[in-house]
């Protein structure tokens, strides 16, 4: 606009002034914006759909803002989230950005890519429309959705790892603002965890006030006048928004307590313990009763663990046994009358339990031993990927992590260990080809986990993976042994595809 109107000769606030002086004589309006001047005769190309003013996930939604200021924060598009309902929001969708900014955001995404690969995609524009037309959009990360278009498209291998969302354009990455009830920015950043996470006790503080009434003080008995009834979930309306909080039982340092979390994991999570706090409490259980059928040999493997002391392991496995018990009971626990229930069941169980996890750890820490006194005396390669392997299974609260079925699998997987390092070096040639193996199953299985939203890497089927490279171990190293399920490199690596 300007350099169409202004003369060459005002370069400085003074000689703007003494041009415009003299032009405005003649031309009074030539500075002044017009709707000819502001409307884009092209703006009907730019369909509705294509820069929403609102984000719909789920029940949550929230404006979307856009501002082309480069160089700072706002610049692109700007989610504006209620902080209350910050930790419902899920970062799954948000790579994708409004439908009106793909093609460019892909064009950009595939001049990330490594030379050798991004040779075999152009011109970008051309193929990034053609794989955006061949995807649906938000139904999976971009970068697995275009690593497997890409692929197919350009006749070449493209890893969702190849590319580097870090280094596109800021105006290219969603900004997420949390806003406060008056619309008042409390925090800004491009990453939502990491937001998430900068704000947590202002989010907890929204759904706890939202929920007022619902969190009691932390108690070691679990009455009426105590902990009440426990709801599944608690929703009041903040600003106009539904906030929903969820009712947990939260060990604290003097008992537990009701306190409103922000997500149903969180919830899941907290109340899990807090159950086992409680449970643990009301069932006490003598040493003597779980250890009197123990030989003197045992009682001595079981004092080589990574607990610290018999008494802690004690702890571990009537942890478990508790955790177990509550798996067996199924039925979510919500009163008073609920959880004495389950405690009655509890108290008559638990020792016999426990004295049975104690058993099953003797051979577990027996194995660990002779692991350890090889690993003493060995080095390389190898030796170094079993000490690897030897703190991955046994850590302090392993018996309560683990649980019992896994448990059970351990002496095998060390046994294993065991004939491993006591072939070397004979066996050197072939240990190298296992570990060749290995390399790349956890190679594919670190990818997969990097690709995963963080919530769902704790989930059952992609834990069960980790338990088949266990499994692959034996059969590398050990193979008359026997492996649980049949597992190959193969089979593996399907699994990790198999995830989605």
């Given at each position: 606009?300007?350099d169409q109107?202004v003369?060459?000769e005002?370069?400085?606030a003074?000689?703007?002034?003494?041009?415009w002086?003299?032009?405005?004589?003649q031309?009074p309006d030539l500075?002044?914006f017009?709707?000819?001047?502001?409307?884009?005769?092209d703006?009907?190309?730019?369909?509705?759909?294509d820069?929403?003013d609102?984000?719909?996930q789920g029940e949550?939604?929230?404006?979307?803002?856009?501002?082309?200021?480069?160089?700072?924060?706002e610049d692109?598009?700007?989610?504006r989230?209620?902080v209350a309902?910050l930790?419902?929001?899920?970062?799954?969708?948000?790579d994708w950005?409004?439908?009106g900014?793909?093609?460019e955001l892909?064009?950009?995404?595939?001049?990330?890519?490594?030379?050798h690969?991004?040779?075999?995609?152009v011109?970008?524009?051309?193929?990034?429309?053609?794989?955006?037309?061949?995807?649906t959009p938000r139904s999976?990360?971009?970068?697995?959705?275009?690593?497997?278009e890409l692929?197919?498209?350009?006749?070449?291998?493209?890893?969702?790892s190849?590319?580097?969302p870090g280094a596109l354009?800021?105006?290219l990455?969603?900004?997420?603002?949390?806003?406060?009830e008056?619309g008042?920015?409390?925090g800004?950043?491009?990453?939502?965890a990491?937001l998430?996470?900068k704000?947590a006790?202002?989010?907890e503080?929204?759904?706890?006030?939202?929920?007022?009434g619902?969190?009691?003080?932390?108690a070691?008995?679990?009455t009426?006048e105590?902990l009440?009834n426990?709801?599944?979930?608690v929703t009041r309306?903040?600003g106009?928004?539904k906030?929903?909080?969820?009712?947990?039982?939260?060990a604290e340092?003097?008992?537990?307590a009701?306190?409103?979390?922000s997500?149903?994991q969180?919830?899941?999570?907290?109340?899990?313990?807090?159950?086992r706090?409680l449970?643990?409490?009301?069932a006490?259980?003598?040493?003597?009763a779980?250890?009197?059928?123990l030989?003197?040999?045992?009682r001595?493997?079981l004092?080589?663990?990574?607990?610290?002391?018999?008494e802690?392991?004690?702890?571990?496995?009537r942890?478990?046994?508790?955790?177990e018990?509550i798996?067996?009971?199924g039925?979510?626990?919500?009163?008073?009358e609920e959880f004495?229930?389950?405690a009655?069941t509890v108290?008559?169980?638990?020792?016999?339990r426990v004295?049975?996890?104690l058993k099953?750890?003797v051979?577990v820490l027996?194995?660990?031993?002779?692991?350890?006194v090889?690993?003493?005396?060995?080095?390389?390669e190898a030796?170094?990927?079993v000490?690897?392997q030897l703190q991955?299974l046994l850590?302090?609260?392993?018996v309560?992590d683990?649980?019992s079925r896994r448990?059970a699998?351990?002496?095998?997987?060390?046994a294993?260990a065991?004939?491993?390092l006591e072939a070397l070096?004979?066996?050197?040639h072939r240990?190298a080809?296992g570990?060749?193996v290995l390399?790349?199953?956890?190679g594919?299985y670190?990818?997969?986990?990097?690709?995963l939203?963080e919530?769902r890497?704790a989930a059952?089927?992609?834990v069960e993976i980790?338990?088949?490279?266990?499994?692959?171990?034996v059969?590398?190293?050990?193979q008359?042994?026997g492996?649980?399920?049949?597992?190959?490199?193969?089979r593996?690596?399907?699994a990790?595809?198999?995830?989605?």
């Amino acid at each position: 606009f300007y350099d169409q109107r202004v003369g060459p000769e005002a370069i400085s606030a003074r000689h703007f002034d003494t041009w415009w002086k003299k032009t405005r004589r003649q031309q009074p309006d030539l500075l002044t914006f017009t709707p000819d001047t502001v409307v884009n005769q092209d703006a009907a190309s730019v369909l509705e759909g294509d820069y929403p003013d609102a984000w719909r996930q789920g029940e949550i939604q929230f404006p979307l803002t856009y501002q082309f200021e480069p160089g700072t924060e706002e610049d692109g598009v700007t989610a504006r989230v209620p902080v209350a309902l910050l930790a419902n929001l899920k970062s799954v969708g948000f790579d994708w950005l409004v439908p009106g900014m793909r093609t460019e955001l892909v064009t950009a995404l595939i001049k990330t890519l490594p030379k050798h690969l991004r040779r075999q995609v152009v011109p970008a524009p051309d193929f990034a429309a053609a794989a955006l037309a061949s995807v649906t959009p938000r139904s999976e990360p971009l970068v697995n959705a275009m690593a497997r278009e890409l692929s197919r498209l350009g006749r070449c291998t493209i890893e969702p790892s190849d590319f580097d969302p870090g280094a596109l354009p800021d105006h290219l990455r969603m900004t997420f603002a949390a806003v406060d009830e008056r619309g008042t920015v409390l925090g800004r950043s491009k990453s939502l965890a990491a937001l998430r996470k900068k704000l947590a006790p202002r989010v907890e503080a929204e759904v706890s006030r939202a929920a007022a009434g619902t969190e009691r003080p932390a108690a070691v008995v679990w009455t009426a006048e105590t902990l009440g009834n426990l709801p599944e979930t608690v929703t009041r309306e903040v600003g106009g928004r539904k906030v929903t909080g969820y009712p947990a039982l939260v060990a604290e340092k003097d008992g537990v307590a009701v306190r409103v979390l922000s997500t149903p994991q969180a919830q899941q999570n907290a109340t899990r313990q807090g159950l086992r706090a409680l449970l643990l409490s009301s069932a006490p259980t003598k040493a003597k009763a779980v250890t009197s059928g123990l030989t003197n040999m045992e009682r001595l493997a079981l004092g080589r663990n990574p607990d610290g002391s018999f008494e802690a392991l004690i702890e571990d496995c009537r942890a478990c046994a508790v955790d177990e018990l509550i798996a067996a009971h199924g039925a979510p626990v919500r009163t008073p009358e609920e959880f004495e229930a389950l405690a009655a069941t509890v108290r008559s169980h638990l020792p016999g339990r426990v004295a049975r996890l104690l058993k099953a750890v003797v051979p577990v820490l027996s194995h660990a031993h002779e692991v350890g006194v090889l690993l003493d005396r060995s080095n390389g390669e190898a030796a170094d990927d079993v000490r690897e392997q030897l703190q991955s299974l046994l850590f302090p609260g392993f018996v309560t992590d683990l649980g019992s079925r896994r448990i059970a699998d351990l002496p095998r997987y060390l046994a294993a260990a065991t004939q491993r390092l006591e072939a070397l070096p004979a066996s050197a040639h072939r240990d190298a080809a296992g570990m060749d193996v290995l390399d790349r199953v956890y190679g594919a299985y670190d990818k997969l986990l990097a690709r995963l939203p963080e919530e769902r890497r704790a989930a059952p089927e992609v834990v069960e993976i980790y338990w088949m490279i266990e499994e692959l171990r034996v059969s590398l190293f050990a193979q008359g042994l026997g492996t649980r399920v049949p597992v190959s490199e193969k089979r593996v690596l399907k699994a990790i595809d198999g995830i989605r």
